[in-house]
């Protein structure tokens, strides 16, 4: 069955330096979301992404933070300049249509020190 | 701000039983409505989804909607250890928002 992936599980960094988290959709699927889910606390929307441009943000998702899908499978989230508030798990997704069933990821564990 | 809110537990059932769980969420015109279940560590993977009224059935799981009183619910029928989880309630507002709206969760425990 077709799943959503991403790498790496466990990424730790220092305050202030850039990071990557990288995900391949499900190939079929044309829209993408990131979610973030702080350590005890509900899973938050950061951004969604359809025909190369992104349709929805939230306001954590502010000038630190970018998104990239550099080629035909990867859907990437940049933070420029990380926080130690930016510590949480992210999860990708995606769906086939802008109100499917969105498709969850296992998660990249940022740590910010 | 939309807001979906769930009784945070942790419910206790035993093992056979059947666990009710509830989520009231704010926005009005929500279109559609999510199950997710979440080990602890890990991603929401779906239970199920609902989007008209009524009661919608998949195994031993039941999801029932009432958009009149903006209220879903998730039933689990012989409820197992393994169902032992945190159970996150998602809405889809639809209307040009592309987001899921996330409660909190209630953590469910099934005890043998």
């Known amino acids: 069955e077709p799943e959503v992936t991403q790498t790496p599980s466990h990424q730790v960094t220092q305050m202030g330096q850039e990071v990557i988290l990288h995900c391949v959709p499900i190939?079929?699927?044309?829209?993408f979301y990131w979610y973030r889910q702080i350590l005890g606390q509900k899973v938050e929307f950061l951004v969604s992404f359809y025909n190369n441009e992104i349709s929805e943000k939230s306001e954590i998702f502010d000038d630190q933070f970018s998104v990239e899908r550099p080629d035909g499978s990867n859907f990437t989230l940049k933070i420029r300049s990380t926080k130690l508030e930016d510590s949480a798990m992210y999860f990708c997704a995606s769906s086939a249509g802008a109100s499917d069933t969105q498709y969850f990821g296992p998660g990249t564990r940022l740590t910010v020190l | 701000q939309k807001e979906v809110e769930q009784n945070s537990g942790p419910l206790s059932v035993p093992e056979g039983a059947i666990a009710s769980l509830n989520c009231t969420y704010s926005d009005r015109g929500s279109q559609s409505f999510f199950w997710y279940r979440q080990y602890s560590g890990k991603s929401p993977e779906l239970i199920m989804f609902?989007?008209?009224?009524g009661d919608k059935e998949d195994g031993r799981f039941t999801a029932q909607l009432n958009k009149a009183s903006q209220y879903v619910s998730l039933l689990i029928r012989d409820s197992q250890p393994s169902d032992s989880a945190t159970y996150l309630c998602?809405?889809?507002?639809?209307?040009?928002?592309?987001?899921?709206?996330f409660g909190k969760g209630t953590k469910l425990s099934v005890i043998p």
């Open positions: 190939s079929n699927h044309l829209y």
């Open positions: 998602a809405v889809f507002s639809g209307a040009g928002s592309y987001q899921l709206t």
């Open positions: 609902i989007y008209s009224n």
